[in-house]
């Protein structure tokens, strides 16, 4: 499986938008890119995902690049409800187990 | 429509006792899962059972064990606790070879 880079932490300014970057270079023609959160002390939630188009859905936007080497969640208007500890994950699509690592902290300040 | 549940929310055991965490999930997935997170890190996979009668070994399977006691139903054992076992455990549900994976609210474990 590719193994993905995360910044550890990151602020974002209540209201504006956080874009969280990930670096996957390894990755391979049949791997999904995966974001997950986890606010704190409670159960990781599922953001969103995309294989090589860019996705978009209620809560973020997900922009792959075009050699799919890195990708970029774009949070378009945070709230301080978004403090949270961000997963990259990258996944065989018919591989549903899921590896998380350290992930990115980030904090929305008002 | 609950989602996943977990009990018990929180736990004490000393070392050498025995406890089962439970996990239910009422969105009728084929597949459940075991983590742990340890603080300030990540989740580590334990076990996980694709379907109803199949279980298999995470990335950290020693020391416990599991039950898919039915498609709603799967529990984690430690049969003899240890205090490298204190974490939070959360358990996950999904639908088969998707890694869109829906998580209970944790279930914190200390062993002294």
């Known amino acids: 499986d590719a193994k993905t880079t995360q910044p550890p932490s990151m602020d974002c300014a209540e209201g504006r938008a956080a874009n969280l970057p990930c670096n996957h270079s390894t990755i391979s023609g049949n791997e999904y890119v995966y974001w997950y959160r986890q606010i704190h002390s409670q159960g990781p939630q599922y953001i969103i995902h995309?294989?090589?188009n860019n996705e978009t859905n209620e809560m973020a936007s997900l922009i792959i690049t075009e050699d799919r080497k890195s990708s970029t969640l774009i949070l378009p208007h945070a709230t301080l409800r978004d403090t949270a500890v961000y997963y990259c994950?990258?996944?065989?699509?018919?591989?549903?187990?899921?590896?998380f690592g350290a992930g990115t902290t980030v904090t929305v300040r008002a | 429509n609950a989602g996943v549940t977990q009990t018990p929310k929180f736990q004490v055991l000393k070392t050498g006792q025995s406890m089962t965490l439970q996990c239910a999930q009422d969105?009728?997935?084929?597949?459940m899962y075991w983590y742990r997170q340890d603080p300030g890190m990540g989740l580590r996979l334990i076990y996980y059972?694709?379907?109803?009668?199949?279980?298999d070994k995470g990335e950290v399977p020693n020391g416990y064990n599991v039950s898919r006691l039915n498609k709603r139903e799967f529990s984690l054992r430690l049969e003899s606790a240890a205090p490298s076992q204190t974490s939070v455990y959360f358990c996950?549900?999904?639908?088969?070879?998707?890694?869109?994976?829906?998580f209970g609210p944790g279930t914190r474990l200390l062993v002294l």
């Open positions: 059972s694709a379907s109803e009668g199949t279980t």
């Open positions: 996950a549900s999904s639908v088969p070879r998707v890694s869109t994976q829906y």
């Open positions: 994950i990258v996944r065989v699509g018919d591989d549903y187990k899921l590896s």
């Open positions: 969105m009728n997935h084929n597949s």
């Open positions: 995309g294989l090589k």
